[in-house]
């Protein structure tokens, strides 16, 4: 089955740097690829996805970019904001996004003021 | 209201009762899935409905565990005989595609 790695565990960055989180894919099979934050006490919100069929997609400070061969996905967040700070997860499906996703586990993003 | 809605937030019970929880979807997603999700992990597949009809269910989920659709709106999860390893934070999300969390059920067994 599927298996998601995810790196940093944990990361640590200036308000106004950028934050890069790393995550590889194990089932060339899976086409769906989405970023959740989750804040404490919440269910994971969904922030960007991308599918298999485009390199790179982007949403105001947000970014994700794939690249299939190398079965990794990358979120890229610029000018980081206190509100930033979150547990942020990647995830892969297979079916568009229409089957059980597996998540990775998980970075905490700290955004020191 | 327009977000996935979980009852109970929370329970604590002792181990070796039964507890049901509920899940109330977007009205027009007709795929509603259930995860677990222990501390510093990411969520754990469980199973999954299209409408009524459970489509998949995950090794984790082991013969304690029953989940259901009826009438494919509303579903429950109920886990007889829990056990401590059962404490976890239980989510619900319906998608038509998007995938949409509600706010989950912390469950505390003692």
């Known amino acids: 089955g ?3 790695e995810q ?4 990361l640590s960055v200036q308000e106004g ?3 890069v989180i790393k995550c590889t894919y194990s089932d060339s099979a899976s086409n769906y690829f989405p970023w959740y934050k989750q804040e ?7 922030i960007i996805d991308i599918r298999s069929n485009v390199g790179e997609k982007k949403d105001q400070r947000i970014a994700v970019t794939l690249n299939k061969t190398a079965k990794h996905f990358s ?3 610029t000018e980081t904001q206190p509100e930033d700070s979150a547990v942020y997860f990647c995830a892969a499906s297979r079916g568009s996004g229409n089957t059980p996703l597996v998540f990775g586990k998980g970075t905490r993003l700290s955004v020191i003021a | 209201d327009t977000g996935v809605s979980q009852d109970p937030r929370h329970k604590i019970t002792k181990r070796g009762q039964n507890v049901t929880f509920r899940c109330d979807p977007i009205s027009e997603h007709n795929r509603l899935y259930w995860y677990r999700q222990t501390l510093g992990q990411g969520p754990e597949f469980l199973t999954y409905f299209q409408n009524e009809a459970q489509l998949e269910k995950s090794r984790l989920l082991s013969d304690r565990f029953s989940a259901e659709r009826p009438k494919g709106s509303f579903s429950t999860l109920e886990i007889q005989r829990t056990e401590q390893g059962d404490s976890a934070m239980y989510l619900c999300a319906s998608s ?5 969390f509600g706010q989950g059920t ?3 067994v003692v």
Request: zero cysteines; proline letters at 11%.
């Open chain 1, 2 to 4: 599927e298996n998601v």
């Open chain 1, 7 to 10: 790196h940093p565990s944990t």
């Open chain 2, 96 to 100: 038509f595609p998007t995938r949409v």
């Open chain 1, 75 to 77: 979120l890229h967040i």
């Open chain 2, 106 to 108: 912390r469950l505390t």
């Open chain 1, 40 to 46: 404490l006490g919440k269910g994971p919100q969904l």
């Open chain 1, 17 to 19: 740097d950028s934050a």
